[in-house]
């Protein structure tokens, strides 16, 4: 891929001519409405192989509501080594709350494409918040996370995800080890079945950093206990 800056008398056609591409792909690529009309500085995202000779091999991750689009799906599965279904929460007593609407088309889709679906597993609350009280009332309990973990094997087999991440955010300065060790205990819980687990850590830039997003979250003892973390370096940039 490559960026081209418009220039003086530059159409859609006589760019694609240029580089060798369609113009459909230049429409496309920059969406682009009829009449197409271009403006001078306007720069374009053009399909043109890229030049570089070495390569490395890299897993992509991608999180998806299950009312994402079908075609933007289909599109971006290609480049996805998972795909992350966002998100099913659960109760203060261990049983798992699927996404209001069905998320089987997701993982149909992401299987077609060799891409692995992973249950996203969220601590929301009845209002579609984080809530740091069921996260305490969760990691806290031992038949809590008995009875989520064997619900969370159960919809693993049933709907065919290859593996489970953890997003729980505003962990409480008090959960922070008892969380690691519920992650710990759930890669534990599964590696027999061939599910890993994975763990969303919030973008820390020291061990003490202040805040409701990092005091709950222990880099060593997580690092430790998951198959793999995600570092949420958007919360240093968001829209909101």
């Known amino acids: 891929m490559e960026i081209y800056v418009v220039k003086p008398g530059d159409s859609v056609d006589s760019i694609a001519t240029s580089h060798g591409i369609s113009p459909e792909s230049v429409i496309y690529n920059n969406q682009l409405t009829y009449p197409y009309a271009l403006a001078i500085g306007q720069a374009l995202l053009l399909s043109i192989p890229s030049q570089r000779t070495s390569s490395y091999s890299a897993h992509t991750n991608g999180y998806a509501y299950p009312y994402i689009n079908k075609d933007v799906l289909d599109e971006t599965l290609p480049f996805l080594s998972s795909l992350s279904v966002f998100s099913y929460g659960f109760t203060p007593e261990g049983e798992l709350i699927p996404p209001a609407t069905d998320d089987t088309f997701m993982i149909t889709a992401a299987r077609s494409f060799d891409t692995s679906p992973l249950l996203t597993l ?23 996370k008995d009875a989520l973990l064997q619900n969370l094997l159960d919809t693993l087999n049933s709907k065919g995800f290859a593996g489970v991440d953890i997003d729980f955010e505003y962990i409480l300065p008090e959960d922070r080890i008892p969380f690691a060790d519920f992650v710990a205990q759930t890669r534990d819980f599964f590696a027999p079945y061939g599910y890993p687990v994975s763990v969303a850590l919030a ?25 793999s973390v995600l570092l949420m370096t958007y919360e240093w940039g968001y829209t909101y």
């Open 203 to 227: 973008p820390k830039t020291s061990d003490n950093q202040q805040g409701v997003l990092y005091e709950g979250k222990d880099y060593s003892l997580l690092g430790k206990a998951a198959d």
């Open 122 to 144: 969220t601590p929301f609350g009845p209002d579609g918040m984080f809530n740091n009280h069921l996260i305490t009332s969760l990691v806290n309990s031992e038949e809590s």
